[in-house]
């Protein structure tokens, strides 16, 4: 399997524009998150889907961050308008059910 | 609020070392506890954790988790340049969400 995949890899824009994040998780796992990291704060959970259902969004910054998953091989996680503390790696990550959890490269965004 | 803390935050030893790296946690319905090694990239999956005093081993590594004491220590013996990186401490509670400390980095030098 090619793993968890995610583009792209980086994205350096503008403050105010729009950024959207892509996912393909691992084919047959049913559960997909998306993490940011950065220095100050480590990995912070902002969205997790099971069955592509969203089941807790508590971790999503603000409105400005939305997290789609229209079927269950494609995500994406969209910041509109974007903001320089936005700047932060993006991860996704799937599982199967209780299982490991495996992470994507990452999206290193950088918000001028 | 659930919290989860590692120590120390930064960790530089030289190849043959011994080094333990700590994790405690503050968790409502804890689960799990999981261990991760980030280099340069995504997080890679070291050894989960649920039972108390289990050794959990891999080659040179090794982990063993205390829920009455809440935290976790992860040993790493004969350190080698490879270890560099960062080592990230997670827990699983009821829900499926995972709490990750910051990280320890370890930096090994020849």
């Known amino acids: 399997d090619a793993g968890v995949i995610q583009s792209p890899r980086h994205e350096v824009t503008e403050m105010g524009q729009e950024v959207t994040l892509r996912c393909k998780p691992i084919?047959?796992?049913?559960?997909l998150f998306w993490y940011r990291q950065t220095m100050m704060r480590g990995l912070e959970l902002l969205i997790y889907?099971?069955?592509?259902?969203?089941?807790?969004d508590s971790g999503m910054p603000e409105d400005r961050f939305s997290a789609k998953m229209p079927n269950a091989s494609f995500s994406t996680l969209k910041i509109q308008p974007s903001e320089p503390r936005d700047s932060a790696v993006y991860f996704c990550?799937?599982?199967?059910?209780?299982?490991?959890?495996?992470f994507g490269e990452g999206s290193r965004l950088t918000v001028l | 609020e659930d919290k989860v803390v590692q120590s120390p935050l930064s960790l530089v030893v030289h190849e043959g070392d011994t080094v333990t790296l700590n994790c405690s946690y503050e968790?409502?319905?804890?689960?799990?506890l999981l261990w991760y090694k980030q280099e340069k990239k995504a997080p890679t999956f070291l050894f989960m954790l649920?039972?108390?005093?289990i050794e959990k081993k891999s080659g040179r590594l090794s982990s063993i988790l205390d829920k009455k004491e809440l935290f976790s220590i992860l040993n790493i013996t004969a350190t080698q340049t490879g270890d560099s990186a960062v080592y990230l401490c997670?827990?699983?509670?009821?829900?499926?969400?995972?709490?990750f400390g910051t990280g320890t980095r370890l930096q090994v030098f020849p």
């Open positions: 084919s047959g796992h049913d559960y």
């Open positions: 990550a799937s599982r199967q059910g209780t299982g490991e959890l495996f």
């Open positions: 968790v409502t319905n804890f689960r799990s």
């Open positions: 889907f099971n069955n592509n259902v969203p089941i807790d």
């Open positions: 997670a827990v699983g509670r009821d829900t499926d969400k995972l709490i």
């Open positions: 649920t039972s108390s005093g």
